[in-house]
């Protein structure tokens, strides 16, 4: 159905800070047709869908990293502070899953995702069917993954990388990238040849890198928690530690020759946050991913400083409670106060869209630009309905209930909805 679609919304908050209140957009062809301010223009009723006196409208929400092949995952876990420990459990849970039920859980996640109205996603996929993204409107991207320390099946590993991409460069509205894991699964010259291969076919990299301590020393000096989880694993014959911080390393091996989006950074030092800006890469920080594990505090806000492209992720349900990507705003709103509410709406949405290398513009809510949009409702108590449009945003009791990705409704919640003044 391409025909126009209008909808009303009592404020609308674009990431300039912009606030325009009482709007109604005209959607067509998947793109935002017009947007009239102010008083009712002469719509017919029936032909306008009115979002209600508490609706505030933003541009669609990026999860930019999540893995949600793992979503059924979610109830396997308790709180294991020792990371290690909690991929063992990873592995041993998901060493019992057929690849339809990794697909059956992929699809859990795209719908739970769409329910808390995410519109694009930075997934990781290892073992499920990819074709179950063609079964949603969720856009994005879709890094195919690879695990493997040993440097001389290096050749193999990629080899089936390399098919992957060339028979599937998309699926459904998510494009394809490329995730080697992270500096401890990947060997030295499997991570040269997805550089190598992201580099020749312009598929972006996305990396899990400078995650824990543990992963510093492995690095560094060849030992710690990890060098005893590798061992268990198989440690090839011979390796030596690159001693270098994660993010030199991976620099040092191409991986930052263009943008490149790397998950967490929680360790990240002065010097690898200027490496990072430099390279223009992106930063994905996944907030209740941070607080599961007890990190120390994150450098999110002298990235931000740095002029680093800083994206919200919520990473899998095997460490964060859920993939609300709104959740993860609000509880870096509680814990960050050097970050601005505008700056963590651009995070979750504009910053997410370039970390994805997807279509981006500074200012997302105009005539002309793609009409994917989440409209957030706030909660009905006084202290909600005083707060500015953007500081309700963040109120405890708002939720997304409404959706736009290409211009076609994928989330409409009845409940949230039926509050109209
Ligand atoms: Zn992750």
């Known amino acids: 159905m391409d025909s126009n679609m209008i909808i009303r919304c009592k404020h609308l908050i674009d990431c300039s800070g912009r606030i325009e209140e009482n709007v109604y957009l005209t959607i067509s062809g998947g793109y935002i047709a017009a947007m009239d301010c102010g008083d009712a223009p002469a719509f017919p009723p029936e032909e306008c869908i009115d979002l209600g006196d508490d609706s505030i409208l933003i541009p669609g929400l990026v999860n930019a990293h999540t893995h949600l092949e793992l979503t059924l995952a979610q109830n396997c876990f308790r709180p294991q502070p020792l990371f290690t420990n909690w991929i063992r459990t990873i592995i041993s849970v998901t060493s019992q899953w ?11 996640g795209i719908q739970q995702s769409v329910a808390c109205g995410t519109t694009a996603a930075g997934d990781i996929i290892r073992q499920a069917d990819g074709a179950a993204y063609s079964e949603f409107p969720l856009q994005g991207r879709a890094y195919y993954e690879v695990i493997n320390f040993d440097s001389h099946t290096a050749d193999k590993t990629s080899a089936a990388l390399k098919r992957n991409l060339a028979e599937h460069p998309t699926n459904g509205c998510m494009l394809a990238g490329i995730s080697p894991h992270s ?18 076919i312009s598929a972006p990299l996305c990396i899990h890198l400078g995650e824990t301590v543990p992963e510093l020393e492995f690095l560094r ?16 014959p011979g390796w030596t530690p690159p001693k270098k911080t994660p993010v030199e390393y991976f620099r040092d091996l191409g991986g930052l020759d263009r943008p490149a989006v790397l998950v967490h950074c929680n ?18 920080f996944c907030p209740r991913s941070h607080q599961y594990f007890r990190h120390r505090r994150h450098p999110v806000e002298a990235m931000l400083q740095w002029g680093i492209n800083v994206a919200i992720g919520t990473d899998s349900l095997a460490s964060s409670p859920s993939l609300s990507v709104l959740d993860e705003m609000k509880a870096l709103r509680r814990s960050y106060s ?10 979750a949405t504009l910053n997410g869209l370039r970390a994805l290398s ?11 630009r793609p009409a994917d949009i989440t409209v957030i409702r706030v909660g009905a108590g006084k202290e909600e309905q005083d707060k ?28 949230r909805e039926a509050r109209k003044n």
């Open 98 to 108: 057929e690849i339809d039920y990794f697909s059956q859980s992929l699809r859990d």
């Open 183 to 200: 500096p401890y699964t990947v060997s030295e010259e499997l991570l040269r040849q997805c550089v190598s291969l992201g580099h020749s």
């Open 221 to 236: 000096e060849g030992t710690g928690e990890l060098r005893r989880f590798r061992e268990e694993l198989g440690m090839p």
């Open 267 to 284: 360790y990240a030092d002065e010097n690898d946050l200027k490496i990072i800006a430099a390279s223009g890469s992106s930063v994905v």
């Open 338 to 347: 050097g970050v601005s509410s505008i700056d963590i709406l651009k995070m």
């Open 358 to 368: 997807l279509p981006h513009e500074e200012e997302l809510l105009r005539p002309g």
């Open 388 to 415: 500015s449009p953007l500081e309700a945003i963040f109120a405890d009791s708002s939720g997304a209930f409404f959706s736009l990705i290409g211009g076609k409704i994928a989330l409409r919640s009845v409940e």
